[in-house]
């Protein structure tokens, strides 16, 4: 679907300012009036843009003034930001222009990177691509990475794999869209501190050494070519800001989308990838911590599981009477394993039918023929080999088990220490952001019933899908959230998770289905007769 | 000499704020303060400069960790501004450098460029040159190149000329400091409206056609490789603003260099060049306003006579007994022409011995064996045939003298206009600055005999040299001085001079010596007999 642009009627001095795209109409110079062409321009950008400065290219200034008199002084202008005080001239287009401008926004993920072309007119989203980040065949996290960096040509090599990945996927999405790669103007990218330091080429050695120190917390906004985008000549790109080595610009891009700087309520927004982050916050404040940090969290929740794709289980129920599974595959293919979300509701389900204890084990007598030992560790079979599409049995060890166990007490202990840091209770939290995917295959009745989250009505949560696209995705759409990026940023007081013992008592604590404390989760039904030890 | 930069000892997060260039300390990275490499050095940067941003390039952040660790996270950053809400880093070197780093000063005059390297760390002039612009090749003045511009490649070859020519000078004027030109990081350009666009490589065509509108009257600061200039990679140049096509940023230098913008008494400051123009101020305003406009100042004071140069007259008396010329030449050498000071000497000179009258017509029988008739002209023998260097009788012709009568009659209705703009007798002026050569040479008594300016106290008068080059050269030196530029060019109202009935009823009144009101001249002692006709 083709949007043409309409640009407004002439009137005196305007420009629209929702978007990054402006018809402006300039008052024609006069003995009276005799500013130059370029801040005759510039008068109306900086007025639409709130800004004391907008810069222009030398070579705009070259073909300006044949221009401006070509079109009567009316022009469609594509600008951005450099600073919250500076402007830029993008791009100088006829006032009845009918070529299409776009945006490419970018989430720059370790395992996965997704790319949304967007209309800077309409704001639409023209197409949309999901990609391997092509840094996986070096290593397929990002400490793996950063070693690698330390090797002859390793830095480069990781730069070159994904912006040449970038620009590939790009040029087929272009394809799709019938624009020319030329028609990207303005790139947006949010992504973990690692992975936005390898896109521009920065090293993050020092990021994994005490005391943990990036190159920089603000790329801030730099030609796209630069890094090696091949994208329009003069296109910028902005780079979500981090807070450090362990707190992304793709978390900064969820709290925009999210839009908890402007929210007078206290919210809470966690996204579990391969660390758990954790932001808690309104308009007035924000803290936020990682769970990189500590041991408890070795393992993490993702590592659980299989990757979601066609044939995975994500749900799993269990009848408490007949004891019978009922899975479901994703695209209902035949089961070829279990992800993360569907390990969530399995426990779940085994603690509700009495099959695991309060501490997570496994009960012999009451699993049955599912239980089983192997290799002299407790395993218990959710399909059976003959139904599996893999040809073997689908199951779960005591050992995942425990591990699910640990990263659950250390996600709640993380939310309970974040909330408590600030005075509040988890009962007083209104709402409950959940991003990614973990969000968005997560069913919270089950991550309550193991108390993984606070015990909060189930419509305080809410799924934000992929919050960071979202996040790099408004900024192209709307010039209002380009200073509230780096607002945010500074809003945020990041806290080092201490793990002290005061921490270390309370993850005990929490070791426990759904809690030692069962008072806290007075929705979860503890199983009779097998309360706390 | 050779200036070695001393750094200062290490101490508490600091930079000097009195140079753009600094000596920075660091707080090295902690676990309490683990801000990024990047964030670190901005932090100390911005603070010197004011700035709430200092952008640092890719290539920079990419070297930047090893540098901060290698050095101790101490360093010499040479800084500059793109905005006044924007610094930058050009340059990153060891704490203990003594490597030398500088600035360039150009005076980009449409006659002739001088060039000056200063020492960025001490503020010293190291070298300096003088030399014909290049541009002289298609043609003399402004209004010829501009016409060029508009044949085939004409904008190229002018930008290609001026640029080749700068580097080519630069080159040598390194050479002479031993440094080399990659060490040049930063540049100002001070230069009329029509030469600076040429510099940039900016078609000036809108400039001499109604409304008379230049493609921008803020250059700003740009890349000095962008135009072209062969110096450090990374160095910016700062161009200088102008007010308009006939007001540039050379005046804009000439008020920062004589701080006409932080004085709180009112002064004029006045700048014959190709044009007349004045600005007259102080630190709450300023009136400017350029003599181009109009047919009076048709020819320009400095059309008069031969450029200075050794031999050429630039002094003369009059003995008003015997009637004997004393004459001094520059340089002491035979006599060859004589320059603008030295006519408006000779007229005033003539004035006084009551060889000229109030019209400023030759008096044949005052002027005795001197005055001759030629090709049905006045002319006065000022060095005979005999004892010149060209062989020739050295003279001046009734028309040279109603020139400058014209000539001195504009330049003071000039001043008689803007004073009188913001209701000011000129006899209130506490300070006349008066710039350029013309100021360097004029003797003020004769100036004042002639009327050409008004009767006020001669140390009054206060010649600036070359103020376009002293105030390309602050900017270096200063920090300062760098928004101030912009708010001087914010501050002044460009009045065009409106030729009416009343300034030409003034203009009638100046064309007499000094003037039809001689009460306003109460030095200048008018010869006995010979007062208004």
Redesign the interface.
């Known amino acids: 679907m083709t949007v043409h642009y309409r640009p407004k009627g002439p009137s005196m001095p305007q420009a629209d300012s929702h978007r990054w795209v402006q018809t402006v109409t300039l008052p024609p ?3 009276a ?7 005759r321009l510039e008068a109306v950008l900086k007025q639409s843009l709130g800004v ?2 907008v ?1 222009m290219d ?1 070579d705009q ?2 073909s ?2 044949e221009q401006l008199r070509e079109w009567h002084f009316r022009a469609t202008a594509v600008v951005f930001k ?5 402007g830029v001239l993008i791009h100088l287009a006829p006032p009845d222009t009918t070529e299409r401008l776009c945006g490419l926004a970018v989430d720059l993920g370790t395992t996965r990177v997704v790319l949304r072309i967007i209309d800077l007119v309409s704001g639409e989203h023209l197409a949309e691509t999901v990609f391997d980040n092509p840094q996986t065949t070096v290593g397929p996290d990002v400490l793996t990475r950063i070693h690698h960096v330390e090797t002859p040509g390793g830095l480069d090599r990781l730069h070159r794999l994904i912006i040449d990945g970038i620009n590939a996927q790009v040029e087929g999405l272009c394809r799709r869209c019938a624009i020319g790669t030329g028609q990207i103007h303005l790139v947006s990218v949010a992504g973990n501190t690692a992975m936005t330091h390898l896109l ?4 993050p ?2 990021m994994i050494r ?9 790329p ?1 906004v ?1 030609r796209a070519a ?2 090696g985008l091949s994208v329009h000549p003069n296109a910028r790109m902005l780079v979500f800001p ?1 807070v ?2 362990y707190f992304g610009g793709d978390l900064i891009a969820g709290i925009l989308h999210c839009d908890m700087d402007r929210r007078e309520e206290t919210a809470i927004l966690v996204d579990v990838g391969t660390n758990a982050e954790v932001v808690l916050g309104n308009r007035h404040w924000m803290m936020a911590c990682a769970g990189a940090a500590g041991p408890a969290l070795e393992g993490g929740v993702t590592r659980m599981g299989t990757t979601a794709g066609p044939g995975v289980i994500d749900r799993i129920a269990i009848d408490p009477d007949t004891l019978a599974f009922d899975v479901r595959t994703i695209e209902n293919q035949p089961p070829r394993g279990i992800c993360g979300s569907g390990v969530i509701d399995l426990a779940a389900a085994l603690f509700r039918s009495g099959m695991i204890d309060i501490r997570g084990k496994l009960i012999p007598e009451r699993c049955g023929k599912r239980y089983s030992l192997q290799n002299g560790l407790a395993h218990l079979t959710v399909v059976p080999a003959g139904q599996s599409a893999t040809g073997h049995d689908l199951g779960i060890t005591q050992a995942d088990l425990d591990s699910l166990i640990r990263s659950k007490a250390a996600m709640y202990t993380i939310l309970e220490t974040i909330t408590g840091s600030v005075g509040m209770q988890q009962s007083e939290l209104m709402t409950f952001f959940v991003a990614g995917t973990f969000g968005a295959y997560i069913d919270p009745v089950s991550a309550i019933t193991i108390g993984m989250i606070p015990d909060l009505p189930i419509e305080y949560y809410r799924s934000l899908g992929n919050s960071s696209l979202g996040g790099a995705t408004r900024v192209l759409q709307d010039p209002g959230c380009f200073d509230r990026i780096d607002a945010i940023r500074d809003s945020i007081t990041y806290m ?1 998770l201490n793990v002290n013992q005061d921490f270390m008592n309370r993850f005990s604590a929490a070791k426990f289905l759904p809690h030692t404390d069962t008072a806290r989760f007075p929705s979860v039904r503890v199983p009779s007769g097998r309360s706390t030890q």
């Open positions: 110079p006069s003995l009036d005799n500013s130059a062409d370029a801040n004391p400065t810069a030398l200034l070259k300006l003034p450099e600073t919250a005080a500076k521009l080429g920065l090293n050695r020092w005490e005391p943990y120190i990036p190159v920089t917390n603000r801030g730099v630069q890094p981090n450090g080595s080092e």
